[in-house]
Nanobody, 111 residues
């Protein structure tokens, strides 16, 4: 069983920054992980992904150049550094590992 716990969300003004964390616990083999987000009335969408050793990353076009995904293999924690936030980034952000999802953390960006 794997547990994923996100933290770091909050309310920020446009242009501001936040750093999300996703702590993984339980029994699992290090694998690719990802951040997704879901805005009200919209489908959940991919934001960023990172491979098992952290050497390869990928981003949605809407966040490329503003967000940075990383992971600490010792702490079993994944991060999402979000800079230059826009109101369109407002959503619940979810951590994903294989078939497991976290409970989500709310990010709200005011204009």
């Amino acid at each position: 069983q794997v547990q994923l716990v996100e933290s770091g969300g909050g309310l920020v003004q446009a242009g501001g920054s936040l750093r999300l964390s996703c702590a993984a616990s339980g029994t699992f083999t290090p694998d690719s992980m990802a951040w997704f987000r879901q805005a009200p009335g919209k489908e959940r969408e991919f934001v960023a992904g990172i491979n098992s050793n952290g050497a390869m990353t990928t981003y949605a076009g809407s966040v490329k150049g503003r967000f940075t995904i990383s992971r600490d293999l010792v702490k079993n924690t994944m991060y999402l550094q979000m800079n230059g936030l826009k109101p369109d980034d407002t959503a619940v952000y979810y951590c994903n590992l294989d078939d497991y999802w976290g409970q989500g953390t709310q990010v709200t960006v005011s204009s």
